[in-house]
């Protein structure tokens, strides 16, 4: 019970620390504002730009599915693989074909490059010849041997003045395997940066794409970012070079307009910089006053919860402390709190050798009670019992419900011949006694096992001698005190 008792103490004391701290952490949160704004910022900057980095990579990726799967139907349509296999003889077919596809689809682009032939085909016939020493050409050649099925290139469109356009291209296989080209559709730049302009209303973030030398490629229409190096912009210059060799993270930079809040992801499809941006002053404008609602909120939870603890913890303590201690049915000690209590009676005996005895009790034939009386009325005969031998005991006696019928007692300060002569008093006291159940009057008889502390044996051994005294006693007819000496 101590012990229980020691563990409630401490676990108020830590109660009260806890608000303390609460206490410490809200005054200075409060107090220290320039502090909290940029744990704002770095929230910003570590959590929300990247994830909207990365919802804007998405819908990039999206986006680009559709141009995707026109090209994958292309690749494997049969028409054109009949085509090049039965010798490209008819170009208009070929033609129309590609003008097909990119009206039906609403493609920028749509073409098809021979390997046979080395013949780029679009919607107007044959636009040229590829060869493996142009520089226009080395896109082909590098598709003609990759692994992948398709890649998604940017690149500029001879067929359309040289405007800049995201292809897909897309490897065109026999039905035997073997390689006959590449063909797929383009996506002009322009819509692409419609694309970006919509998720910049949709995320308020300037949105960008800037290319592995620093320049800004594409934007939306109404971005704060033209195209321009960003080694040209304050602030920004002195991270670019640290944020291409990077490729991805989060930075801030100061300009004219104020502070800003950047997140950079490197998208290796357009082997382009995703830049989403943000303004550090209008982050604060929303974030702000949601800091001091939430500080009030936590702190309003916080005070509540750690007062309703108290309350209740200072309301169910003592229950606590009786339930682990104490037997429910008899109001004496449970064998948990023994096990607390005779290491503590050892150590006094360590301190100041005293003679420690102990009565193992057991209550004859309780069996036949329960039968006659059912086990509400046996409950009734252990509660008087109980009461009886803790009237008879000295305040320093401890009295134990060992379980079921039984009950231990530590007598200190009593040698083997007092403990007998106790365990003989409370003998004749309940023989004597009347015991009542079901209003019919019930005689009681015990059966007590002595044995003394030998001050070097265990628990166990000590209860162990008492119990063999017990089981003398039962064998010798009951209602009987045997001593088991350890001499």
């Not at 003008?99 to 689809?105: F, G, L, M, P, T």
């Not at 008492?466 to 007819?477: P, Q, R, T």
Request: glycine share 6%.
């Amino acid at each position: 019970m101590y012990s229980t008792h020691r563990i409630f103490k401490r676990q108020r004391l830590l109660l009260w620390l806890s608000i303390l701290l609460a206490m410490g952490f809200f005054a200075t949160t409060l107090s220290s504002y320039y502090v909290s704004k940029q744990a704002i910022l770095n929230a910003i900057v570590a959590q929300e730009l990247p994830l909207t980095s990365s919802n804007v990579y998405s819908e990039i990726q999206k986006d680009l599915v559709r141009p995707v799967l026109i090209s994958s139907t292309m690749a494997h349509d049969t028409f054109l693989r009949d085509w090049v296999l039965g010798g490209e003889h008819n170009v208009d077919a070929m033609a129309r074909y590609l003008r097909e596809i990119k009206a039906r689809y609403g493609a920028f682009s749509s073409f098809f490059v021979s390997d046979r032939s080395a013949r780029y085909y679009t919607g107007e016939g044959i636009l040229k010849q590829v060869a493996p020493q142009a520089p226009r050409d080395v896109w082909y050649y590098r598709v003609r041997a990759m692994p992948e099925p398709y890649e998604i290139n940017v690149d500029a469109d001879l067929a359309n003045r040289d405007a800049l356009t995201i292809f897909v291209n897309y490897r065109v296989f026999d039905f035997d395997g073997r390689f006959l080209g590449a063909t797929g559709v383009g996506l002009t730049v322009d819509a692409v940066r419609h694309l970006i302009s919509s998720y910049q209303q949709r995320f308020q973030r300037t949105i960008y794409f800037v290319d592995a030398h620093g320049k800004t490629v594409l934007f939306g229409n109404q971005s704060g970012r033209q195209e321009t190096d960003l080694r040209a912009i304050p602030g920004l210059r002195d991270l670019v070079d640290r944020i291409l060799r990077e490729k991805s993270g989060s930075y801030q930079f100061r300009d004219a307009s104020g502070l800003h809040l950047l997140n950079v992801n490197y998208v290796p499809e357009l082997k382009w910089y995703l830049f989403v941006e943000k303004r550090a002053d209008a982050a604060l404008a929303d974030i702000r006053q949601t800091l001091y609602v939430n500080l009030a909120v936590c702190l309003g939870i916080t005070l509540l919860v750690l007062f309703l603890t108290h309350v209740a913890l200072a309301r169910y303590q003592r229950r606590i402390e009786d339930m682990a201690a104490t037997d429910k049915l008899t109001g004496l000690l449970n064998r948990q709190a023994f096990s607390i209590l005779i290491d503590k009676v050892f150590a006094e005996y360590r301190r100041n050798p005293q003679p420690i005895s102990v009565l193992l009790v057991d209550v004859d034939h309780f069996k036949s009670i329960n039968d006659r009386f059912g086990h509400a009325g046996g409950d009734r005969i252990l509660r008087q019992i109980a009461a009886s031998l803790q009237e008879s005991l000295r305040a320093s006696d401890i009295a134990i419900r060992w379980g079921g019928e039984e009950f231990l007692i530590v007598l200190k300060g009593s040698a083997l011949e007092q403990a007998q002569h106790v365990a003989e008093q409370l003998r004749l006291k309940i023989e004597q006694a009347q015991f009542s159940a079901a209003a019919q009057p019930v005689s009681v008889t015990l059966s007590i096992g002595v044995s003394q502390y030998d001050g070097t044996e265990s628990c166990e051994e000590l209860i162990g001698r008492a119990d063999a005294a017990l089981y003398a006693a039962k064998n010798g007819g009951r209602n009987r005190v045997c001593a088991e000496s350890f001499f």
